[in-house]
């Protein structure tokens, strides 16, 4: 099992920055990749980009790319989500996720932290 923590989130103007820390633990040693995803009230949950735990590639999807960075700890086990030139659409609930395997879904998820942008 994978134990999943998500912090920092918080409201900001648009704009402005916010950095996300995703804090795991437990059977860590067997993650492959890490996720960021989000969900607005009355959407459904969107991909943010995501971290291969021992390569450190990362892929972003469109609607971020160029405003977020997705990196990690290997020392503390977290992975960060930095979020700048925020805007109102990025607000939503925030989740973390892991998968021990490079084909399936994600197993682990974290209970999100919320983003809130205002304009």
């Known amino acids: 099992q994978v134990q999943l923590v998500e912090s920092g989130g918080g409201l900001v103007q648009a704009g402005g920055s916010l950095r996300l820390t995703c804090a795991a633990s437990?059977?860590?040693?067997?993650?492959?990749?890490m996720g960021w995803f989000r969900q607005a009230p009355g959407k459904e949950r969107e991909f943010v980009g995501s971290?291969?735990?021992?390569?450190?590639?990362?892929v972003y999807a469109d609607s971020v790319k160029g405003r977020f960075t997705i990196s990690r700890d290997n020392a503390k086990i977290r992975v960060y989500l930095q979020m700048g030139s925020l805007k109102p659409e990025d607000t939503a609930s925030y989740y973390c996720?892991?998968?021990?395997?490079?084909?399936?879904?994600?197993?682990?998820w974290g209970q999100g932290t919320q983003v809130t942008v205002s304009s």
């Open positions: 437990g059977r860590t040693s067997s993650t492959y990749r």
């Open positions: 996720a892991a998968t021990t395997s490079p084909i399936s879904g994600y197993e682990y």
């Open positions: 971290i291969i735990w021992s390569a450190g590639s990362t």
